[in-house]
């Protein structure tokens, strides 16, 4: 059953939440820039809906897009248990490269969080992705985007040697679960090649294993605030961090923060 795709996707959105146990602590900078914005607000690559279920139970009306069905179900799931309806928080499944023509110019704050744009494995697609948001924010709206930026120690360890990184017990199963990782770094095209072990297993009990192979292409905050002016959006702050300190040679992030002018 482990290889059943179905089983297999489902097993995975709800490792992604275990992995995110602990809080990027994004979600302050996200609810900052709502109370600022107003709605309503759309979120890209909603995923399980982490920041879109915060941001809705803080009375926000938002709209949430991704083309993973396993995700959207534990949104889904995430926001029933809040007692949001569908008035509050909408869950689209569809590529947020090809958004509803309806949507455009709908938003004041369009959202794309925790390296959700490295995942556009491709320069072109990255730009392409930013373009996508500035039509979809009213004139005056918002535009957040928040993107990893690796020290060169991270970098060294590309190089595809196998790590443990956590081990924890799963509240929804009751299951021990490893994750394992082994990530490869090519430098000509700035993409990572990251591979994920999830081990999981009763205690005492055979494991199962499930795995996982992203590409990420690393896109460095230049290239971030090149593309917000070639989409038309006005780059207000360039943060290294949640709390948009400026951003500088050792910040492990590039948030950006683009208004689209009125």
């Given at each position: 059953m482990?290889g059943?795709?179905?089983l297999?996707?489902?097993?995975?959105?709800?490792?992604?939440d275990?992995?995110?146990?602990?809080?990027?602590?994004?979600?302050?900078?996200?609810?900052?820039?709502?109370?600022?914005?107003?709605?309503?607000?759309?979120?890209?690559?909603?995923?399980?809906?982490?920041?879109?279920?915060?941001?809705?139970?803080?009375?926000?009306?938002?709209?949430?897009?991704?083309?993973?069905?396993?995700?959207?179900?534990?949104?889904?799931?995430?926001?029933?248990?809040?007692?949001?309806?569908?008035?509050?928080?909408?869950?689209?499944?569809?590529?947020v490269?090809?958004?509803?023509?309806?949507?455009?110019?709908?938003?004041?704050?369009?959202?794309?969080?925790?390296?959700?744009?490295?995942?556009f494995?491709?320069?072109s697609?990255?730009?392409?992705?930013?373009?996508?948001?500035a039509?979809?924010?009213?004139?005056?709206?918002?535009?957040?985007?928040?993107?990893?930026?690796?020290?060169?120690?991270?970098?060294?360890?590309?190089?595809?040697?196998?790590?443990?990184?956590?081990?924890?017990?799963?509240?929804?199963?009751?299951?021990?679960?490893?994750?394992?990782?082994?990530g490869?770094?090519?430098?000509?095209?700035?993409?990572?090649?990251?591979?994920t072990?999830?081990?999981?297993?009763?205690?005492?009990?055979?494991?199962?294993?499930?795995?996982?192979?992203?590409?990420?292409?690393?896109?460095a905050?230049?290239e971030?605030v090149?593309?917000?002016?070639?989409?038309?959006?006005?780059?207000?702050q360039?943060?290294?961090?949640?709390?948009?300190?400026?951003?500088?040679?050792?910040?492990?992030?590039?948030i950006?923060?683009?208004?689209?002018?009125?």
């Amino acid at each position: 059953m482990a290889g059943h795709p179905e089983l297999r996707a489902d097993a995975l959105a709800r490792l992604y939440d275990l992995d995110l146990a602990d809080e990027p602590g994004d979600v302050d900078l996200y609810l900052a820039l709502a109370a600022r914005a107003g709605g309503p607000i759309v979120e890209l690559a909603v995923g399980t809906g982490r920041v879109a279920v915060a941001l809705a139970r803080a009375g926000h009306a938002i709209v949430g897009i991704d083309r993973d069905p396993a995700m959207l179900a534990r949104a889904r799931t995430r926001a029933a248990h809040e007692g949001l309806g569908a008035g509050r928080l909408e869950l689209v499944e569809a590529d947020v490269l090809d958004p509803r023509a309806s949507d455009a110019g709908s938003y004041r704050l369009a959202i794309l969080a925790l390296n959700s744009l490295l995942l556009f494995a491709d320069r072109s697609l990255q730009e392409r992705v930013i373009a996508v948001m500035a039509t979809l924010v009213a004139p005056g709206g918002l535009v957040a985007i928040d993107a990893w930026q690796p020290q060169p120690f991270d970098l060294v360890r590309l190089d595809g040697r196998l790590s443990l990184e956590w081990l924890r017990e799963d509240p929804e199963t009751g299951r021990e679960v490893s994750k394992t990782a082994s990530g490869w770094y090519d430098a000509a095209t700035r993409v990572v090649t990251l591979t994920t072990i999830f081990d999981e297993a009763e205690p005492g009990g055979a494991p199962v294993r499930w795995t996982r192979v992203d590409r990420m292409r690393l896109a460095a905050a230049d290239e971030l605030v090149a593309w917000a002016g070639a989409a038309g959006l006005e780059v207000e702050q360039l943060g290294g961090d949640y709390e948009l300190a400026p951003y500088g040679s050792g910040s492990e992030r590039a948030i950006v923060v683009a208004r689209r002018p009125r």
